[in-house]
């Protein structure tokens, strides 16, 4: 039926005006966006579509093309002009979070990966919230109907070992992130003279749970866990959907929002995704599939942390997070094998990861390098593991003493620092920049990763110098409240307008002023 089908294709094509050889490329994108929209419509979601069942159904996919180009005929004149403008500013926020790293072709990167980004609709959705037609297409609600009990048959199916491993690192996370919870507070400055300390949740959040490169249903933990613990009454986790799994978000993912209590999960991913957290998604009447939320939170790709960052302002942030990093300060009492895992493990996560060795042992520094080539033949993800220990973010720094150490450390602000010397606790009391500090042989950084308790989303490029890892207070905002009597006010009213007049703000004494006129 595939060759009928074609014809009859280029049939429409030819009896709305338009050649098929000459319709522009965007066009074709737009039809096919549409196309595919009616195949969600049909199926619940792309990935069931197969090719197989679309020829044997030609004549209705016929139909359904026709309508499509119908429904792209009418659609607004600049819809083209929307997309690229918001295309090209995505382009260039990637570009400008990637400009300072030193040796990396920025334009072979473009090249290979623009085409990930390019959705249209869903990138026209980022401006125009209720135009949400493309961003529909990964979106897969599991809150809604049938789709809800998902996230049981993810849970009931998971491996044992996995789901007990998920309640310890679940325990564990509860502990740390309610104890990080600040108490209200009350201040009596004099009589009748009070101001209250008190801090709110943020009213609806948006977690993001990467899901490209590997499975992160730990994720789930570190960006529930704090926002169940601040208190926030409306949670909406979204992630990839995945080829094998239907569409939907990996098993596990589900399960361990299952196990966590959160029953409001999405199949979407990259950058769309957090366009569909910040504007929301709307049905044809009006009702919300997925309403905005006040702030997103996780880790995510070079996309992601693109479209926070031009979102901003319409959303809050937690922050934009770069490839991973790990600093290892070593001294020759380290065991070099272990040193050299460490650096291993955060390579796995993105060929741009960052590992880095600080030491004052020449001894160390070449042991490290032998076993780092004695460990990475044969390992699970030799090629990426190859590329990123060999890239211009990685390496090896020989210092004079321990004091430089911690001095290049400070000014590295890395994710994660490890302490490996002979007395760890004489140093980690001056480390100043890092997002977690992991003091001693026996806390190495993937202990971070899933059960230490604390939480593995943490600041990176240098941000913690200024910025803190994701944490039970990202999701609390403080709120002041002043309470004055008259004899409160009456105590500091000659100063407030001495203070006024100074500043050339006269009505603010007046105000102060008339309430005892």
């Given at each position: 039926?595939?060759?009928?089908?074609?014809?009859?294709?280029?049939?429409?094509f030819?009896?709305?005006?338009?050649?098929?050889?000459?319709?522009?490329?965007?066009a074709?994108?737009?039809?096919?966006?549409?196309?595919?929209?009616?195949?969600?419509?049909?199926?619940?979601?792309?990935?069931?579509?197969?090719?197989?069942?679309?020829?044997?159904?030609?004549?209705?996919?016929?139909?359904?093309?026709?309508?499509?180009?119908?429904?792209?005929?009418?659609?607004?004149k600049?819809?083209?002009?929307?997309?690229?403008?918001?295309?090209?500013?995505?382009?260039?926020?990637t570009?400008?979070?990637?400009?300072?790293?030193?040796?990396?072709?920025?334009?072979?990167?473009?090249?290979?990966?623009?085409?990930?980004?390019?959705?249209?609709?869903?990138?026209?959705?980022?401006?125009?919230?209720?135009?949400?037609?493309?961003?529909?297409l990964?979106?897969?609600?599991?809150?809604?109907?049938?789709?809800?009990?998902?996230?049981w048959?993810?849970?009931?199916?998971?491996?044992?070992?996995?789901?007990?491993?998920?309640?310890?690192?679940?325990?564990?996370?509860?502990?740390?992130?309610?104890?990080?919870h600040?108490?209200?507070?009350?201040?009596?400055?004099?009589?009748g003279?009070?101001?209250?300390?008190?801090?709110?949740?943020?009213?609806?959040?948006?977690?993001?749970?990467?899901?490209?490169?590997?499975?992160?249903?730990?994720?789930v933990?570190?960006?529930?866990?704090?926002?169940?613990?601040?208190?926030?009454?409306?949670?909406a986790?979204?992630?990839?959907?995945?080829?094998?799994?239907g569409?939907?978000?990996?098993?596990?993912?589900?399960?361990?929002?299952?196990?966590?209590?959160?029953?409001?999960?999405?199949?979407?991913?990259?950058?769309?995704?957090?366009?569909?957290?910040?504007?929301?998604?709307?049905?044809?009447?009006?009702?919300?599939?997925?309403?905005?939320?006040?702030?997103?939170?996780?880790?995510?790709?070079?996309?992601?942390?693109?479209?926070?960052?031009?979102?901003?302002?319409?959303?809050?942030?937690?922050?934009?997070?770069?490839?991973?990093?790990?600093?290892?300060?070593?001294?020759g009492?380290?065991?070099?094998?272990?040193?050299?895992?460490?650096?291993?493990?955060?390579?796995?996560?993105?060929?741009?990861?960052?590992?880095?060795?600080?030491?004052?042992?020449?001894?160390?520094?070449?042991?490290?390098?032998?076993?780092?080539?004695?460990?990475?033949?044969?390992?699970?993800?030799?090629?990426?593991?190859?590329?990123?220990?060999?890239?211009?973010?990685?390496?090896?720094?020989?210092?004079?003493?321990?004091?430089?150490?911690?001095?290049?450390?400070?000014?590295?602000?890395?994710?994660h620092?490890?302490?490996?010397?002979?007395?760890?606790?004489?140093?980690?009391?001056?480390?100043?920049?890092?997002?977690?500090?992991?003091?001693g042989?026996?806390?190495p950084?993937?202990?971070?990763?899933?059960?230490?308790?604390?939480?593995?989303?943490?600041?990176?490029?240098g941000?913690?110098?200024?910025?803190?890892?994701?944490?039970?207070?990202?999701?609390?905002?403080?709120?002041?409240?002043?309470?004055?009597?008259?004899?409160?006010?009456?105590?500091?009213?000659?100063?407030?307008?001495?203070?006024?007049?100074?500043?050339?703000?006269?009505?603010?004494?007046?105000?102060?002023?008339?309430?005892?006129?």
């Open positions: 039926n595939g060759f009928p089908l074609l014809l009859l294709c280029l049939a429409f030819w009896s709305f005006g338009i050649q098929a050889t000459t319709v522009p490329r965007r074709l994108q737009g039809i096919a966006y549409l196309i595919a929209f009616n195949t969600l419509v049909a199926t619940g979601n792309l990935a069931r579509f197969d090719f197989g069942d679309f020829a044997n159904q030609s004549c209705a996919w016929v139909l359904a093309l026709c309508i499509s180009l119908l429904v792209y005929r009418l659609l607004p600049d819809l083209e002009r929307h997309s690229a403008s918001l295309l090209d500013h995505l382009r260039r926020e570009l400008a979070l990637l400009r300072r790293r030193a040796g990396f072709d920025a334009h072979a990167w473009q090249a290979r990966q623009q085409h990930r980004i390019a959705q249209l609709g869903a990138l026209h959705g980022m401006e125009h919230p209720r135009s949400a037609l493309a961003l529909r990964g979106f897969v609600s599991l809150q809604l109907g049938r789709e809800s009990r998902r996230l048959r993810a849970l009931a199916g998971l491996d044992p070992r996995v789901r007990a491993a998920l309640e310890e690192s679940i325990r564990r996370a509860r502990l740390v992130h309610d104890a990080q600040p108490q209200d507070s009350t201040v009596e400055l004099g009589e003279a009070v101001v209250e300390n008190h801090w709110i949740p943020v009213g609806r959040v948006g977690l993001y749970v990467p899901g490209g490169r590997a499975v992160y249903p730990s994720s933990v570190m960006n529930v866990v704090p926002a169940q613990a601040a208190g926030v009454g409306s949670l986790v979204t992630s990839p959907p995945q080829r094998d799994h569409g939907l978000p990996h098993p596990t993912v589900l399960a361990a929002c299952a196990l966590l209590g959160v029953d409001e999960v999405y199949a979407a991913g990259g950058a769309q995704a957090v366009a569909m957290l910040a504007h929301g998604v709307q049905d044809d009447d009006g009702g919300w599939l997925c309403a905005p939320v006040d702030l997103v939170t996780g880790p995510g790709n070079v996309y992601v942390a693109a479209a926070k960052r031009a979102l901003q302002g319409v959303i809050g942030v937690d922050a934009e997070a770069g490839p991973s990093e790990i600093a290892v300060i070593a001294d009492t380290a065991r070099a094998d272990w040193v050299a895992a460490d650096l291993i493990s955060q390579s796995e996560h993105d060929p741009l990861a960052a590992s880095v060795l600080i030491t004052d042992s020449e001894d160390l520094l070449r042991d490290v390098l032998a076993a780092i080539e004695a460990q990475v033949p044969g390992a699970f993800h030799e090629e990426q593991l190859r590329e990123a220990l060999t890239g211009p973010q990685s390496g090896v720094l020989l210092v004079r003493d321990m004091d430089q150490a911690v001095e290049v450390s400070d000014r590295y602000a890395t994710e620092l490890e302490i490996q010397t002979r007395d760890p606790e004489a140093l980690v009391g001056r480390i100043r920049n890092a997002g977690a500090v992991f003091v042989p026996h806390a950084v993937p202990l971070g990763d899933y059960s230490a308790g604390s939480n593995h989303v943490l600041p990176t490029s941000t913690a110098r200024h910025s803190s890892g994701l944490n039970t207070v990202t999701f609390l905002r403080l709120q002041q409240r002043i309470r004055y009597t008259e004899t409160g006010l009456e105590e500091v009213a000659d100063g407030i307008g001495v203070l006024a007049e100074d500043e050339r703000l006269p009505a603010h004494g007046a105000a102060i002023r008339a309430r005892f006129a």
